[in-house]
């Protein structure tokens, strides 16, 4: 509840008339952020009593945590590893900040505040979104001056990638060729102390956990080689240093330079340096912040109040458990603890596959990522690695597509239940180009295709059909219409059995009272009556039993909108809203399985979100962002 309000005011920050201010005030607020780690190295507050951070470093922090990977390894590199028990302060934050106006002016920030002023005396601790008159400086790598330059001038530097020229030494200084030399830098200084180590390789991707003797293997097996030397003596005029040179360089090192390298090391340390500016950090943060951007608007549909729903929240955390679970299988399948075949998912591990959540479940994903040294220990602890998470795959791309039938095929054959509210059943077939051309080239495996392709759209018709109860409901309904039927005629016949013998006995009834009534005529009026309350009895038991077999109905039909009783109970039981209307006691009775059928239409949701399972599918219900999706993967570069 407490991340749902967060991402409401976080949400208050866009700025959505000026596109420039936006990113002017995303790129100062990831500045900002930084000095509220420096702040944080030199007080070393306790755990319990962090302090505070403004709204805009609050955003740059919980971006910065999302990335458990990066996060931990920056902390690690550039700070003290007490950083790393730092969690963010969601319930004191938001109990701190009122929604409606979300201006840091409680009390709870008056100790932050002091914090900040005694090391930031000239920074305000309130940013102003509308402030340009912030200057940025740029240090040339080449000649160590600084350069100074507007707030209008380093957007263009920082998102258009405009390059300037350096005032000392006349380098052409853009956002490539520094980032490109920053990793020189770092091999440079690598060779004179091999304590420092590059961005991207401390931790395993396999584990998530530190591994210095690794890294500084693989480093000096790397690094020494004469084509790197001749890579850093080209580096040293600013021309001569772009990406692709860097790649190029690595690529002359041949195939036998490799062996007994981590198979991602070499794309991990690239990924960690290309495009940044600041060397303290291995992602870019205001990238980061305007991915999240897809992730609050679809959390903030209808103000926030469809997910706070007491059912909603509850069962996203079931579903989170449940694919944390469904990782830990997949990663037992890749280290060949199973003897299920194909590729493994990315549980942490190195590959190509990943699996991608659902709305509700990245909701409890991100919310458990904010405390970092509880992540990480219940990972560990659990699954014996740490799952990493990954927002900048495009949730538009065919890997992911694929990625997510794949999750939602996986689920289906773990939990036997449907993924997600949207998705649409393929199976496993999936038709690529490379396949459609196969295709045309070759007639036969084009008819095969065009067969594959029927049947699995037979097949995924009729799991949706089940996966949605028509397909059980039809059945039942056609079941119950048969029994019914066999029961009408059973109880014709019974009741044609009855009345000859009812009629058997009113005759010898009759036949008895008109002999009595020969031997006593004075009694015949008498004789009469009974026979005829007899009879009248005896239609009476006749229709009361037919009612006791027969389904009966409801007390009322005003102009067709009675119901059969069976389908009032039916709605009650398994297909009622939560609207707490017309259910009564019978709702509070219903497991929480029975409760969660239909909740988009109840809470008047649109179509990205949940309905009954809590799971909530994404836009074109693939993945959980519009822009980025979050999916599960060792690091960013390799989808």
């Known amino acids: 509840m407490s991340h749902l309000r967060l991402l409401r005011l976080v949400q208050?920050?866009?700025?959505?008339?000026?596109?420039?201010?936006?990113?002017?005030?995303?790129?100062?607020?990831?500045?900002?952020?930084?000095?509220?780690?420096?702040?944080?190295?030199?007080?070393?507050?306790?755990?319990?009593?962090?302090?505070?951070?403004?709204?805009?470093?609050?955003?740059?922090?919980?971006?910065?945590?999302?990335?458990?990977?990066?996060?931990?390894?920056?902390?690690?590199?550039?700070?003290?590893?007490?950083?790393?028990?730092?969690?963010?302060?969601?319930e004191r934050y938001v109990a701190a900040v009122d929604i409606e106006d979300p201006t840091t002016t409680h009390e709870a920030f008056q100790p932050s505040k002091q914090m900040w002023h005694q090391l930031y005396p000239e920074e305000p601790f309130d940013l102003d979104k509308?402030?340009?008159?912030?200057?940025?400086?740029?240090?040339?790598?080449?000649?160590?001056?600084?350069?100074?330059?507007?707030?209008?001038?380093?957007?263009?530097?920082?998102?258009?990638?405009?390059?300037?020229?350096?005032?000392?030494?006349?380098?052409?200084?853009?956002?490539?060729?520094?980032?490109?030399?920053r990793l020189w830098v770092g091999i440079e200084a690598y060779r004179k102390d091999s304590s420092v180590l590059l961005a991207g390789s401390l931790l395993s991707p396999w584990t998530g956990t530190p591994d210095p003797i690794a890294a500084q293997r693989e480093h000096h097996h790397l690094f020494f080689h004469p084509r790197i030397q001749f890579g850093l003596d080209q580096s040293s005029a600013s021309l001569n240093c772009t990406w692709s040179k860097v790649i190029q360089t690595f690529q002359d090192l041949g195939p036998d330079q490799y062996y007994g390298i981590r198979p991602t090391t070499l794309a991990r340390i690239m990924s960690s340096y290309m495009?940044?500016?600041?060397?303290?950090?291995?992602?870019?943060?205001?990238?980061?912040a305007l991915r999240q951007r897809d992730f609050q608007k679809a959390m903030m549909v209808t103000g926030g109040l469809a997910w706070c729903q007491h059912q909603v929240l509850q069962r996203s955390l079931e579903r989170y458990k449940k694919f944390m679970l469904l990782a830990r299988a997949e990663s037992k399948q890749t280290d060949g603890s199973h003897s299920v075949s194909g590729p493994g998912l990315g549980?942490?591990?190195?590959?190509?596959?990943?699996?991608?959540?659902?709305?509700?479940?990245?909701?409890?994903?991100?919310?458990?990522?904010?405390?970092?040294?509880?992540y990480r220990h219940f990972q560990l602890v659990h699954y014996g690695r740490v799952l990493n998470h990954d927002d900048t795959v495009q949730a538009t791309s065919t890997m992911t597509k694929q990625d997510f039938v794949r999750t939602a095929d996986l689920w289906q054959e773990l939990y036997q239940e449907r993924y997600s509210s949207q998705q649409t059943w393929r199976g496993r077939f999936v038709v690529t180009p490379q396949k459609m051309c196969a295709g045309v080239v070759f007639p036969p495996y084009g008819a095969y295709l065009m067969w594959k392709s029927w049947r699995s759209k037979?097949?995924?018709?009729?799991?949706?059909?089940?996966?949605?109860?028509?397909?059980?409901?039809?059945v039942k309904k056609n079941k119950d219409k048969g029994s019914k039927t066999k029961e009408s005629k059973k109880d014709k016949k019974a009741l044609k059995t009855k009345a000859s013998e009812d009629a058997t006995v009113v005759e010898e009834a009759v036949g008895g009272s008109e002999q009595m009534s020969s031997k006593y005529p004075n009694s015949s009026g008498v004789m009469e009556k009974d026979t005829?309350?007899?009879?009248?009895?005896?239609?009476?038991?006749?229709?009361?039993?037919?009612q006791d077999e027969a389904p009966t109905t409801l007390g009322y039909?005003?102009?067709?909108?009675?119901?059969?009783?069976?389908?009032?109970?039916?709605?009650?039981?398994?297909?009622?809203?939560?609207?707490?209307v017309g259910v009564g006691d019978h709702?509070?009775?219903?497991?929480?399985?029975?409760?969660?059928?239909?909740?988009?239409?109840?809470?008047?949701?649109?179509?990205?979100?949940?309905?009954?399972?809590?799971?909530?599918?994404?836009?074109?219900?693939?993945?959980?962002?519009?822009?980025?999706?979050?999916?599960?993967?060792?690091?960013?570069?390799?989808?």
Not at 145 to 151: L, R, W, Y
Not at 275 to 288: C, H, I, K, T
Not at 350 to 371: C, E, K, N, Q, Y
Request: aromatic letters at 6%.
């Open 12 to 90: 208050s920050l866009v700025i959505v008339d000026d596109e420039d201010l936006d990113f002017l005030f995303l790129i100062r607020s990831e500045e900002r952020y930084l000095m509220f780690l420096d702040l944080l190295q030199q007080l070393q507050p306790l755990p319990h009593a962090v302090p505070l951070p403004p709204l805009d470093v609050a955003l740059m922090w919980t971006v910065h945590m999302l990335a458990p990977f990066r996060y931990h390894e920056d902390l690690l590199r550039s700070y003290s590893p007490h950083l790393l028990n730092y969690a963010f302060p969601l």
């Open 130 to 181: 509308e402030d340009t008159s912030r200057m940025f400086d740029i240090q040339c790598l080449w000649c160590g001056g600084i350069n100074v330059m507007d707030s209008s001038t380093f957007i263009k530097f920082r998102i258009d990638g405009m390059s300037i020229d350096c005032a000392g030494c006349g380098s052409q200084c853009s956002l490539e060729t520094l980032s490109s030399k």
């Open 275 to 288: 495009g940044l500016v600041e060397d303290r950090l291995s992602m870019d943060l205001v990238a980061g």
């Open 347 to 374: 549980a942490g591990q190195p590959g190509r596959h990943a699996l991608v959540p659902t709305l509700d479940i990245d909701l409890a994903w991100h919310t458990h990522m904010l405390s970092p040294a509880h």
């Open 458 to 474: 037979r097949k995924a018709k009729k799991l949706n059909r089940d996966s949605t109860g028509e397909g059980q409901q039809k």
């Open 532 to 546: 005829e309350l007899q009879m009248e009895e005896l239609a009476i038991a006749q229709e009361e039993e037919y």
């Open 557 to 580: 039909d005003i102009k067709g909108k009675g119901k059969v009783e069976d389908e009032y109970h039916q709605q009650t039981n398994g297909d009622s809203h939560i609207s707490g």
């Open 587 to 639: 709702q509070q009775a219903a497991t929480t399985d029975a409760t969660n059928k239909n909740l988009t239409p109840a809470l008047g949701l649109d179509g990205r979100l949940s309905n009954w399972n809590g799971d909530a599918a994404g836009p074109d219900g693939q993945a959980s962002c519009a822009s980025g999706a979050c999916i599960m993967s060792p690091w960013n570069e390799l989808q």
